[in-house]
């Protein structure tokens, strides 16, 4: 058995309380005397017809002040000609630690410079945690998260998975810093040789 003596840590921001707040009783009634009077306030407001509490009325309404870095809806990054940059590696789908997102790969022989591509990918929407780490696993900036929130609502889970046509066009971005050669450019040089 471990007798050796420790001394707890003491953290540097430590509350500190003042015999009123040790008394205990006092700060009960200050804290009932805040939400009564917050209860009361949006209560007067709603038998006025006024909105009263910051409640966002979700799927009806939806908050306009997400933080810019909210991570919200996926987007799968495009090229110039529009197909998708994901050369499907399966390494956001690895990573994932709801293990929702699913991907089919096809080999392009046509397309040296990026001979495989994905024929399917689908994130489940009613299993993804939001964490971003498929985001951060990948090597090509394929797959990006933006503020907007999903359309999340439905009565059957088997309809909320989110398919690769929503991911690419519903809010289309291409990747600036990575010009691609065109499709077909790699195999022509190649023949130039
Ligand atoms: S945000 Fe997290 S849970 Fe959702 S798909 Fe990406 S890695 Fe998976
Ligand atoms: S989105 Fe990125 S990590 Fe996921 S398969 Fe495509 S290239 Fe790989």
């Given at each position: 058995?471990?007798?050796?003596?420790?001394?707890?840590?003491?953290?540097?921001?430590?509350?500190?309380?003042?015999?009123?707040?040790?008394?205990?009783?006092?700060?009960i009634?200050?804290?009932?005397?805040?939400?009564?009077?917050?209860?009361?306030?949006?209560m007067?407001?709603?038998?006025?017809?006024?909105?009263?509490?910051?409640?966002?009325?979700?799927?009806?309404?939806?908050?306009?002040?997400?933080?810019?870095?909210?991570?919200?809806k996926?987007v799968?990054?495009?090229?110039?000609?529009?197909?998708?940059?994901?050369?499907?590696?399966?390494?956001?789908?690895?990573?994932?630690p709801?293990?929702?997102?699913?991907?089919?790969?096809?080999?392009?022989?046509?397309?040296p410079?990026?001979?495989?591509?994905?024929?399917?990918?689908?994130?489940?929407?009613?299993?993804?945690?939001?964490?971003g780490?498929?985001?951060?696993?990948?090597?090509?900036?394929?797959?990006?998260?933006?503020?907007?929130v999903?359309?999340?609502?439905?009565?059957?889970?088997?309809?909320?998975?989110?398919?690769?046509?929503?991911?690419?066009?519903?809010?289309?971005?291409s990747?600036?810093?990575?010009?691609?050669?065109?499709k077909?450019?790699?195999?022509?040089?190649?023949?130039?040789?």
């Amino acid at each position: 058995m471990n007798t050796k003596p420790h001394t707890r840590k003491v953290y540097w921001n430590a509350p500190t309380m003042t015999w009123w707040e040790r008394a205990y009783l006092f700060e009960i009634l200050r804290g009932l005397a805040i939400t009564g009077g917050v209860f009361l306030a949006n209560m007067w407001k709603w038998v006025t017809f006024r909105k009263g509490a910051l409640t966002t009325y979700y799927p009806e309404e939806t908050r306009a002040d997400y933080a810019a870095g909210n991570r919200g809806k996926h987007v799968l990054t495009q090229r110039p000609d529009g197909t998708p940059q994901c050369i499907a590696c399966n390494m956001c789908a690895t990573v994932c630690p709801a293990q929702v997102i699913e991907i089919d790969a096809v080999f392009d022989p046509d397309d040296p410079a990026h001979p495989k591509r994905p024929s399917r990918f689908e994130i489940d929407y009613s299993r993804c945690i939001f964490c971003g780490l498929c985001v951060e696993a990948c090597p090509e900036d394929a797959i990006r998260m933006v503020k907007e929130v999903p359309e999340l609502t439905s009565l059957d889970r088997r309809n909320m998975w989110i398919k690769m046509d929503e991911l690419l066009t519903w809010n289309p971005q291409s990747d600036v810093a990575k010009p691609y050669p065109a499709k077909g450019a790699a195999a022509s040089r190649k023949g130039a040789q």
